[in-house]
């Protein structure tokens, strides 16, 4: 099992499209950061304190790296995915296309075997990419702007003390290394349809902008929906910076998440260990 | 009997007398005058420096007490110096001895009031045309040496700030500056205020939002405790330490 996850690990790191989200974010963090150290930063906190700067006057490097590294990881959430899906949607689809599934499936070795294999180097490729992107908006953002207290703006004002913080933001990011694992593994299923990569990237991202719409907009049919579909879960790795963490919903959170995850895997497995293989 | 009426005459005179002598001690002088003598001992203040601790308690605001430097200078200069996130209260936080500088404000005697025992006179104070952010004060002043020992300011916006004041006096080498010790401002925010954000017609708890909030209009009533230490007077701080230096402070002017 080992060998066969090297080898796919080989197959996904030696293509050119792997690193398309690396050079998409390696971009467009540095070029954010600068802007804001280049006067974006005071435009950001005018805009941001507007409303409480008629009654106070705001002192103190708040808008540091870790709240710079902690708004990042909001404001690109629903860019990540499209990043995700471009590698999780070629592990199945990417060989039917290239018709290499006859050759791949003439080895002693099962389906299941194969596919389980595909599916975690998706898993590897997902954690690699969101620690990246966390690690490169963290990093920067602390060089560019220092350290300080982190001001969490949810339900109010809430203030961390900075020796807190690389404990929670460790935390936060597995959870959303977690959250990122349901999208890769839903477009791993859809991967598991078609031969046409294409096609999972699509139909990854159409079931992750419908599910935000349903989820944001405040009808009462949406709003009864909301529960099942997993997009609603994706900010489990913000609660961790309430007052208190309100652990029992991160656990709850956490059993759903990885109840979707391997929903989906698990009916990747039947239906590709089903499928006629015609190419 | 013409006797008794010219004693009488006598006794009412007597009375009126006595009754506009201790109305003109009450206010014996102008309210322009009172606050002219608040801001005399300042007059040579031409900057300061101080250390703050803060305890904040209002709603919405869940924060650690904090500790900040604060640098004033002549005629509103402000700069705060923390690590932390430090809201300091509009018009009450900094101490402004020339906050209420007759030339620059209207002022009115109200009434003559006891406040915690003390006998106290309560003016209003109206700022001048560059203020646009209060609409007026209500100013207690008495004690001795006289001093404001209360402040309630009113915004335009609605926010209501009651600050209590008490003074130490500072030794800074010949010098002898009245200068607070603690202030205790109670906020009360207006009701019904609605931001933008909380009119938008999507759902705000949703996962794409979280994260890139914005604090909203405050309500309800909030508390904010500061005591004053090492104080530093007239140590010629440099203008440059007042621009927007956004890298760990803030400044205002």
């Not at chain 1, 791949?104 to 389980?116: C, E, G, K, Q």
């Not at chain 2, 609605?158 to 004041?165: P, R, S, Y």
């Not at chain 2, 130490?168 to 954000?197: C, R, Y």
């Amino acid at each position: 099992m080992i060998r066969l996850i090297w080898f796919e690990l080989i197959k996904t790191f030696t293509r050119w499209r792997t690193y398309i989200g690396f050079i998409a974010f390696g971009i467009i963090v540095p070029l954010v950061v600068t802007g804001l150290k280049l006067g974006g930063q005071d435009s950001f906190k005018r805009h941001l304190f507007s409303l409480l700067q008629n009654d106070f006057i705001i002192g103190g490097n708040v808008l540091n790296g870790w709240f710079f590294g902690f708004f990042f990881m909001g404001a690109l959430w629903v860019h990540v995915p499209v990043v995700l899906t471009i590698v999780a949607g070629d592990q199945i689809a990417g060989e039917g296309n290239a018709g290499t599934f006859r050759f791949l499936l003439t080895h002693s070795v099962s389906r299941t075997r194969i596919i389980t294999a595909k599916f975690i180097v998706t898993l590897i490729y997902t954690a690699v990419m969101v620690l990246f992107i966390g690690g490169l908006t963290i990093g920067l953002s602390l060089c560019a702007f220092g350290g300080g207290d982190l001001l969490v703006i949810r339900k109010g004002i809430l203030v961390i003390q900075e020796a807190r913080l690389p404990y929670l933001f460790l935390i936060a990011y597995g959870l959303a290394t977690l959250a990122m694992f349901v999208v890769s593994s839903l477009c791993f299923l859809f991967s598991a349809f078609t031969d046409n990569p294409i096609g999972p990237i699509i139909a990854t991202m159409a079931v992750i902008i419908v599910s935000i719409i349903i989820i944001s907009l405040p009808f009462d049919l949406f709003q009864a929906v909301r529960p099942y579909l997993f997009v609603n879960y994706f900010d489990a790795w913000q609660k961790v910076f309430d007052d208190p963490v309100p652990w029992d919903i991160i656990s709850m959170n956490i059993a759903i998440l990885a109840g979707f995850m391997i929903t989906f895997f698990l009916a990747a497995v039947v239906y590709f260990s089903r499928k006629d293989i015609l190419s | 009997m013409k006797r008794a009426i010219k004693v009488k005459a006598l006794f009412i005179i007597l009375l009126l007398i006595l009754f506009i002598s201790i109305t003109v001690s009450a206010q014996e002088s102008t309210p322009q005058q009172v606050f002219q003598a608040i801001i005399k001992p300042y007059q040579t203040l031409s900057d300061y420096t101080v250390k703050i601790q803060a305890k904040v308690m209002v709603p919405g605001f869940r924060m650690p007490d904090f500790a900040a430097d604060l640098y004033f200078k002549k005629p509103d200069k402000l700069h705060i110096e923390t690590k932390s996130f430090a809201p300091i209260p509009r018009n009450s936080g900094f101490f402004d001895p020339f906050q209420f500088d007759p030339g620059k404000n209207r002022i009115t005697f109200i009434q003559a009031v006891k406040l915690d025992g003390m006998q106290a006179e309560l003016y209003k104070v109206e700022p001048g045309e560059s203020e646009t952010r209060v609409r007026f004060y209500n100013v207690w002043v008495g004690g001795t040496p006289r001093r404001i020992l209360q402040v309630e300011n009113h915004s335009f916006k609605g926010t209501k700030a009651l600050v209590k004041l008490t003074y130490k006096n500072v030794e800074q080498g010949h010098e002898n500056w009245l200068m607070p010790e603690k202030a205790h401002i109670h906020l009360t925010f207006p009701e019904g205020m609605q931001s933008q954000d909380n009119s938008s017609f999507l759902i705000k708890d949703n996962p794409v939002a979280a994260g890139r909030g914005k604090p909203e209009e405050m309500q309800g009533e909030g508390d904010i405790y500061i005591s004053y230490r090492d104080w530093h007077i007239n140590t010629g701080l440099d203008d440059s330490l007042f621009q927007s230096i956004m890298k760990s402070t803030s400044s205002t002017h």
